[in-house]
């Protein structure tokens, strides 16, 4: 058995969440690779220290000084290494480089990554294993997107050579030979890449939760985790929003069918959630998770006979594109085209699309509609349940949410549909309730 073991911010945002980490990883001999993010949050108040980085890299590249910054960030982790009774353990030497890079040439991927170098090099330290920088093992491409071929080629070599190890999560070397991140979140990937690379038989996220919720807990109440999920579901509902794990996070592990085991740091008795490519366990529930997104856009655009004539749909995806505007969803009938945006991406651009589909594919009318909402609704026990979308529909009509649009696959894995912003959290909840709360498990 080989596992490798990925720990949030939250997870080592102190001396005594590390030696929580310690125990969790000293009492399973499997967990020989283990991937750590930056110190989150302390307490409510607090600021992650990847933030704190963000700051100092703001001011540097303004030209101010950052000795303030620096010498707070550093206490951070000073507190850390005292608290673990680290003796003859020093970052100093570090922060050094950190200071005369940010005074010589400011990198903002370089000066963020560091939050993961530095807990890496302390985790390291504290267990008693090799430390290996994940600039040395991780590649991305001159399109700043993961180069997984040379990652996984490298990755694997130099894991061969090391039977236990930590590598930091988050960052990896560009194409121009300067550090390179991934989004937030993406010591999430780092663990996904450190799985695939090894041939790991389970991949453990480590948080401050006991696994997947069905809901978000801001928005409903004591929602209910879920045990079982697959790939799909949880791509589909990361997309959405759901923000447990990484969305680009199952890719390197999917093809392998390595399965993600997420767990509670602070309660390492929870089984957590397995996120695996296939199950035979019935799901608890019709519905495996809710989720959704603010701030759409609705292009409607109209043209009888549409549907005859060859290329339509081409020509008004063409005028996105043009602008450099990808589209989220696109349903359609006989005379009409809707295709959904994201707003923040369309509104200052609006006036050059719809130029563009007039020219380009000359309708009778476009219209434009913004304030959307858009709420996934997923579950692989939706392809054997009978009357899903009347529950769903019902369900939001008796809470006095109006649907504006939907759009379903056939796959039968999900339905999403389009709701006015305001509606957003009564129709979470609604939904919630008519799938969870209200029904018993099977």
Request: charged fraction near 25%; hydrophobic fraction near 40%.
């Amino acid at each position: 058995m080989k596992k490798v073991v990925k720990f949030g911010g939250s997870s080592l945002a102190s001396a005594e969440q590390f030696q929580k980490v310690g125990e969790i990883i000293r009492a399973d001999e499997s967990r020989v690779y283990v991937v750590p993010s930056a110190p989150g949050k302390r307490f409510s108040d607090d600021t992650k220290v990847t933030d704190m980085l963000l700051h100092a890299y703001d001011l540097a590249s303004q030209g101010k000084d950052v000795t303030e910054q620096l010498t707070a960030i550093k206490a951070r982790y000073t507190e850390i290494i005292e608290g673990l009774h680290l003796e003859n353990f020093s970052l100093d030497e570090d922060f050094a480089i950190i200071a005369e890079q940010l005074r010589t040439d400011p990198q903002k991927d370089y000066t963020a990554s560091r939050g993961e170098y530095l807990n890496g090099k302390i985790m390291a330290a504290y267990l008693g294993i090799e430390f290996i920088d994940a600039q040395d093992v991780i590649f991305f491409n001159e399109e700043g997107n993961l180069n997984p071929y040379k990652t996984e080629r490298v990755m694997s070599a130099r894991l061969a050579e090391a039977s236990r190890a930590v590598i930091p999560g988050f960052y990896g070397l560009g194409k121009d030979g300067n550090v390179k991140t991934f989004s937030r979140g993406g010591s999430d990937v780092t663990g996904s890449i450190v799985a695939q690379a090894c041939k790991a038989d389970i991949y453990e996220n480590w948080t401050d939760v006991s696994g997947f919720l069905v809901a978000d807990p801001r928005i409903v109440d004591d929602p209910i985790s879920i045990r079982y999920i697959t790939y799909r579901e949880l791509r589909e509902l990361s997309y959405m929003g759901a923000s447990v794990l990484h969305e680009e996070a199952i890719f390197p592990v999917r093809h392998c069918g390595i399965p993600i085991n997420i767990r509670n740091t602070n309660r390492p008795q929870d089984p957590g959630t397995w996120i695996v490519e296939t199950t035979g366990q019935k799901p608890d529930y019709v519905v495996t998770g809710i989720a959704g997104k603010k701030g759409f856009c609705t292009i409607l655009v109209t043209k009888a006979m549409m549907n005859s004539e060859v290329g339509f749909g081409r020509k008004v995806l063409q005028a996105l594109e043009d602008n450099n505007i990808s589209f989220e969803h696109m349903p359609s009938g006989i005379d009409t085209m809707t295709v959904i945006v994201h707003e923040d991406e369309f509104m200052n651009k609006e006036q050059q699309v719809i130029s563009a589909i007039h020219r380009l594919a000359k309708p009778d009318s476009v219209e434009i509609e913004c304030d959307y909402a858009l709420v996934a609704v997923v579950g692989r026990g939706m392809r054997s349940a009978s009357g899903t979308a009347a529950k769903l529909f019902s369900s939001l009509a008796n809470a006095g949410v109006n649907v504006r649009m939907i759009d379903q696959g056939s796959s039968e894995l999900n339905i999403i549909i389009g709701i006015k912003n305001d509606d957003f959290d009564k129709a979470i909840r609604a939904i919630y309730d008519g799938f969870v709360r209200n029904q018993p498990s099977k």
